[in-house]
């Protein structure tokens, strides 16, 4: 990046005053992801849900039920074991 983040002393190394910025930065970003990841994660808006069904039994209601949860909770991954190709 042709700035220097980091300067080595004797008793190791410290942030630049560039460094210092770029840590605050990552700090903010990563804090407020890792955030909302644990908030997700937490009520179980994220997350993975595997279904087997036979297709026949792909029309009505189960796929009523699948398509609502992928609307309430996006952030999920849905996979079907038995499926006609799609999820």
């Given at each position: 990046?042709?700035?220097?983040?980091?300067?080595?002393?004797?008793?190791?190394?410290?942030?630049?005053?560039?460094?210092?910025?770029?840590?605050?930065?990552?700090?903010?970003?990563l804090?407020?992801?890792?955030?909302?990841?644990?908030?997700?994660?937490?009520?179980?808006?994220?997350?993975?849900?595997?279904?087997?069904?036979?297709?026949?039994?792909?029309?009505?209601?189960?796929?009523?039920?699948?398509?609502?949860?992928?609307?309430?909770?996006?952030?999920?991954?849905?996979?079907?074991?038995?499926?006609?190709g799609?999820?």
């Amino acid at each position: 990046m042709g700035v220097p983040f980091f300067e080595r002393f004797s008793g190791g190394v410290r942030p630049t005053r560039p460094g210092r910025d770029v840590l605050r930065l990552a700090r903010t970003i990563l804090g407020g992801a890792l955030i909302a990841t644990a908030r997700s994660v937490h009520n179980s808006e994220t997350g993975r849900l595997s279904v087997a069904f036979c297709t026949s039994l792909s029309d009505g209601n189960l796929q009523a039920s699948l398509l609502e949860f992928k609307q309430r909770f996006p952030q999920s991954t849905i996979t079907d074991t038995f499926s006609s190709g799609t999820s």
